[in-house]
């Protein structure tokens, strides 16, 4: 016997907490679903399709910037999945020096332990022990949002392979010049004791006092020069005056000695042209040990560097400050300053601060001997990429921005003071020579003797992450090339923020162009930065911000991904509110009920699957095109649909896919066809209702494949249950519909027609108040040739209650409502249907209403004083407002004509 169909394969509502667990444990990642194959490429032929996952943090959880950064990811690599490209995502984690060794150092700071008591073999010990224990929680977080990524390649930055590839590198650019060891002024983060690079150092505003001291001038007696600094525990370490050579106020003194207050050193007055005359006194103190810009003009003028604030935070100097903490120091002096009568006032000073992201303090500018590569050399070749379209920023503007930074870049400190990360591979003999090599072995080797002490720091995690691209497909510099990297290398897209296009897009450019002489990728997709409602950015100290895991729960991981996507238009900032889901469980619920009321009627007009699949198997719609029915309309409108959805993923528009997807879906499919479908079953013929749902389920299946990029699990689910499909089947391994330039081009005038009157009608009964449940008559009259009435006026008649006739070829009825649509002329006597005297009584009142607010735009917008006055938009919305009124007018007063008549 056959097997029954039934609406009832599918739950009268859709539970999303039990299909989500389903699909994502128990069918996607154990089935290899969205596992790829460098053989398929190689041998097959496949178009490969690479996608590169920043690799988050191993101590992070999940965020709405993760969930709108690896959605948009997913829709990519889903896409090129279904166009039948061998699709390849590959995931990982970052080993994050500087948060990670802070995260173990205050658990064992509860047991009442350091690093140090360890030792650093102990420690790391420690460190690797936790990372296994909760280093894969943003793993699991993320297939939670259910991501499509070849799981079987999950790579972590300290893993063997990009350990010997980050040696490799440091090796092979120290051979070749481009990194030195060398003194240079670094952000120093005094409580985690490390250099931070510039991504790791968050801008805050801050109020300092801005102190204006005097220095006398050496041999003039009562003349000085006065500076202003936000930093006076750095006078102690002054070596220099510096004021601007076209500044006429002090280009007297320049030559001159003046006196440091409380060090009493003499110190030079020097002509520079750093120096900005506008601020403060345009005198500036040149303090090179504490400021990078202030180092460079110490080099330019060979001054001497003295610095007086230690690793620690804490005053180092000979002045009687030593040991105090530097801001306890800063008051301090300021003090002392008053005392000595060198202080002539202070200020109260709002400016940009450094703070350290991760244990938030100021950072110190800190003259350190540092580990750097020599950036200009390879930044010029990345710039040529990015120049000549090798690689392609999306949104395009963002390239000025990787332009600028690029054509003004300074070298990359890469050594930490740290313990766990790659150790740098350097080794110092007893006369200080250093010796870099892949291992003791090899430095003993190279110096010739045993007596070595390798280096005590670590790279900065960048310097793994910028190799990513290749590290991910097996790259260890060892080899020339691999099966994968020959399959994958280039990858495709990159999507990641802009904030981090200095510190890993540009740099992962320049070692792809390096080391393998190509770029490591083809598109970079810059996400939108997600603010909450009132368009401040997320954060934990704002409480604005939502948890994902959360969201997920109550909404459904669906409902977010949508969401997220629906309003994230490409280089726009994106505002986030949790309510906001309602829109994409919404639509998730509006699928679902779609879905059983099109099984409920394929039960009803199939009676059994043998039937349904032969039927379903062999759907032709091509000769729907040379009949006036719904039918040939929603394939029209489904087809051009499929060619704007195509054409927005060329342009990286992901959000532009959502929304022709949602529309198409709620207002063609929903609102009309299917609701045109429940008409047209009703008293047809077993063909002619087999021909009508299986448009309908044709349809609704490519709905469901061009959906599935952002929203996996209902489209999943509910694709299964279209015909019976084996568990180890899915929607993702399935072809992506394309859309037939024919369909497109065809009009479904027909039927487009039929719509807008349907709409009209609609708004007249509703403009005139008559009830829904009463029957009208509908009157038409059509140009010569029309044939709508005989064609669909049963289905217009079903759709708006009317009784639908051929209006009279000459005049209008009397007292009826009226409207012309495509040239069609409809009528609706209203005699019947309402009562004249309260509609005339409404339409009067509201009239009234109307006609006084007129009159006050108009005598608003008369008065010169406010035209004048006003910014130009909101007298432009006064305008807008007054044609809106004018239209509202001239409609309300044409009703009462007609009750009139």
């Known amino acids: 016997m056959s097997e029954q169909l039934t609406e009832a394969n599918l739950d009268k509502t859709y539970n999303h907490h039990e299909v989500e667990q389903r699909w994502q444990s128990a069918h996607w990642e154990p089935l290899g679903t969205f596992e790829a194959e460098s053989g398929n490429v190689i041998c097959a032929g496949k178009e490969p399709y690479t996608v590169l996952m920043p690799p988050p943090n191993v101590t992070g959880s999940l965020t709405l ?40 150092e205050k658990k064992l700071r509860k047991e009442g332990i350091t690093r140090h008591d360890l030792g650093r073999k102990e420690f790391l010990e420690h460190v690797w022990q936790w990372r296994d224990e909760y280093g894969g929680l943003i793993v699991r977080q993320l297939k939670r949002l259910g991501i499509s990524c070849d799981w079987r390649r999950n790579l972590f930055t300290m893993d063997e392979g990009p350990s010997r590839a980050v040696r490799h590198a440091f090796i092979s650019l120290y051979r070749d010049g481009l990194i030195y060891r060398g003194k240079r002024i670094i952000n120093w983060c005094p409580v985690s004791q490390t250099a931070l690079s510039d991504e790791e150092v968050i801008m805050k505003p801050r109020r300092d006092k801005l102190a204006y001291v005097r220095y006398p001038i050496v041999g003039r007696s009562g003349e000085y020069i006065t500076i202003a600094t936000v930093r006076p525990e750095t006078i102690l370490a002054d070596v220099a005056i510096a004021v601007n050579p076209e500044d006429p106020r002090y280009r007297h003194l320049v030559g001159s000695l003046a006196a440091v207050p409380l060090a009493g050193r003499h110190v030079p007055i020097i002509a520079d042209s750093y120096v900005d005359i506008e601020f403060g006194t345009g005198a500036l103190k040149i303090t090179p040990a504490h400021d990078p810009n202030d180092y460079e003009v110490a080099l330019r003028h060979n001054l001497p560097v003295i610095s007086v604030v230690g690793r ?43 703070y350290s992201e991760r244990a938030d303090v100021v950072v110190e500018p800190y003259l350190s001997e540092q580990w750097f590569v020599r950036m200009k050399p390879l930044a010029e070749t990345a710039l040529d990429a990015v120049n000549e379209g090798k690689v392609a920023f999306h949104p395009a503007h963002w390239i000025n921005t990787y332009r600028h930074w690029m054509e003004n870049i300074q070298d990359w400190c890469i050594s930490r003071q740290l313990w766990w990360g790659h150790r740098i591979p350097a080794w110092y003999d007893e006369e200080g020579r250093i010796w870099v090599a892949d291992s003791y072995e090899e430095a003993c080797r190279l110096a010739g003797t045993d007596k070595l002490v390798q280096d005590e720091d670590v790279l900065d995690t960048w310097f793994s992450s910028w190799l990513w691209p ?3 497909l097996g790259w260890t510099g060892e080899e020339e090339s691999n099966p994968e990297l020959e399959a994958f290398y280039p990858t495709n897209t990159l999507v990641t923020g802009p904030d981090i296009i200095f510190f890993w897009v540009a740099r992962m450019i320049m070692a792809g162009l390096y080391f393998k002489n190509e770029v490591p ?31 997920m729960d109550s909404y459904g991981t669906d409902a977010l991904r949508f969401t997220i996507v629906y309003i994230a238009p490409l280089g726009q900032d994106v505002l986030f509110g949790e309510e906001k889901c309602e829109l994409g469980r919404n639509f998730a619920t509006k699928i679902w009920n779609a879905a059983r009321l099109v099984f409920m009627n394929r039960e009803k007009v199939f ?14 719609a091509n000769h729907l095109m040379q009949e006036e029915t719904p039918e040939r309309w929603i394939l029209h409108r489904y087809h051009a649909m499929l060619q704007a959805y195509h054409q927005s993923f060329e342009q990286f528009r ?8 949602y529309e198409f879906f709620r207002s063609d499919y929903c609102d009309w066809y299917l609701e045109t479908m429940k008409v047209s079953l009703a008293g047809a013929s077993v063909e002619r209702s087999r021909h009508v749902v299986s448009v309908a389920l044709h349809v609704f299946e490519g709905v469901l494949k061009v959906l599935h990029p952002v929203m996996p699990f209902i489209t999943d689910e509910i694709w299964h249950h279209i015909v019976p499909r084996g568990q180890e089947k899915s929607i993702a391994r399935t072809a992506m519909p394309g859309a037939s330039a024919a369909w497109v081009q065809d009009s479904a005038s027909g039927f487009e027609k039929v719509r807008k009157i349907v709409s009209e009608v609609r708004s007249i009964r509703a403009l005139f108040g008559v009830p829904h449940e009463m029957t009208a ?38 007292q009826a409502a009226g409207a012309v649509v495509d040239g069609c002329e409809l009528f609706i006597p209203l005699q019947g249907l309402i009562s004249f005297e309260k509609e005339t009584a409404r339409l009067q009142k509201e009239l009234e209403s109307v006609s006084s607010y007129v009159t006050r735009l108009e005598k608003k917008l008369a008065n010169k004083g406010f035209v004048d006055n006003a910014p130009e938009e909101v007298v432009a919305g006064e305008k807008q407002k007054l044609a809106e009124a004018l239209g509202n007018l001239e409609k309300l007063t044409a009703n009462m004509d007609v009750l009139a008549s």
């Open 65 to 104: 910037g993760h969930v709108l950064n690896h959605t948009l990811q997913d829709i990519f690599i889903r896409y090129q999945r279904m166009q039948g490209c061998e699709s390849l995502w590959l995931p990982g984690t970052d080993h994050a020096g500087i948060a990670t060794q802070t995260v173990v």
């Open 312 to 354: 620690d935070g804490r005053m180092t100097d000979e002045f009687g400050y030593r040991g105090m903490d530097r801001f306890d120091a800063r008051e301090k002096i300021l003090a002392d300053l008053e005392d000595e009568g060198a202080l002539d006032r202070t200020e109260e000073y709002e400016h940009n601060v450094g």
């Open 470 to 472: 290749m590290t991910t």
């Open 521 to 551: 990728f083809r598109d970079v997709y810059f996400t939108s930065i997600i603010r909450d409602l009132k368009g401040r950015k997320l954060s934990k100290s704002l409480g604005n911000s939502p948890d994902p895991l959360k969201v």
């Open 607 to 620: 009676g059994d699957m043998e039937t349904f699949r032969a039927a379903h198997d062999a759907f032709d």
């Open 654 to 661: 992901l959000n532009d896919i959502v929304k022709l997807i």
């Open 777 to 814: 008559e509908l009157l038409l009259r059509e140009p010569d040739g029309g044939n709508l009435v005989n064609a669909y006026g049963d289905l217009i008649g079903s759709l708006v209650r009317c009784n639908v006739h051929r209006a009279p070829q000459d005049g209008r009825p009397s």
